[in-house]
């Protein structure tokens, strides 16, 4: 779909997240003011991961926001990330560097577990983790721990291993996580396009003239 829904969700759970404008909020319900002490974006590294047409977008924000930006993807070259105003890092070097770090690789066989307990190791104790793409990218076990003992300082999901989120799941249960409930393509213009678009392809179909074709010449280009 057009849009930067995705991306701009990315941005408010890490504006969201770093600013502790959820814990604040509910803190203030209960009589309490400023509580926690905040820190700004500006000038720290954002670290993408994967730097497709959505972690672009992402790239494009942080740049306004004065951000230092790296980047990784398995297919990613320095001219690449360049024209991104980002600097092509090593897969070690992206959690390392980063303060604030995004997922932005689609869950496939080899990005299933990409992050595990050895790469949250190697992030700041100060960095937070956002993840917009798919909850199996990272362990869950490993992130559940690196939030409990606060090896990171922080974690804004909007995916999960399991969707709906159970009710009894211990993220619920920490208070440097912030949630969200995929929410990344739900808006109304999105899910209006999704339909009109589903409706418009049965109809051609139905018509005997189908359009938006993929047939195996596509996918077979897809997948190289």
């Known amino acids: 779909g057009h849009g930067n829904s995705t991306a701009e969700l990315t941005w408010a759970l890490m504006l969201a997240l770093t600013r502790h ?99 949250l190791g190697l992030m700041k104790e100060t960095a937070v983790l956002v993840n917009t793409s798919r909850g199996p990218i990272v362990e869950e076990q490993a992130l559940l721990h690196a939030l409990r003992t606060r090896q990171i300082a922080g974690a804004a999901l909007d995916v999960y291993d399991i969707e709906p989120l159970p009710k009894d799941h211990p993220l619920l249960a920490l208070d440097n996580v912030l949630l969200s409930p995929h929410l990344g393509y739900s808006t109304e213009t999105m899910l209006r396009q999704f339909y009109v678009d589903s409706l418009d392809n049965l109809q051609a179909w139905i018509d005997e003239k189908p359009i938006n074709v993929l047939n195996a010449e596509v996918l077979g280009n897809r997948r190289q």
């Open 21 to 119: 404008i959820a814990w604040e909020d509910g803190q203030m319900r209960q009589g309490r003011w400023q509580t926690r002490l905040a820190d700004g974006l500006g000038g720290k590294t954002l670290g993408i991961m994967g730097l497709g047409r959505i972690g672009k977008v992402v790239a494009e924000y942080a740049r306004v926001f004065e951000m230092d930006i790296i980047a990784w993807g398995p297919t990613l070259d320095a001219q690449r990330a360049a024209r991104s105003g980002a600097v092509r890092v090593e897969f070690d070097e992206l959690f390392s560097r980063s303060d604030a770090l995004t997922i932005h690789v689609p869950l496939s066989d080899t990005s299933r577990g990409w992050i595990t307990a050895r790469e």
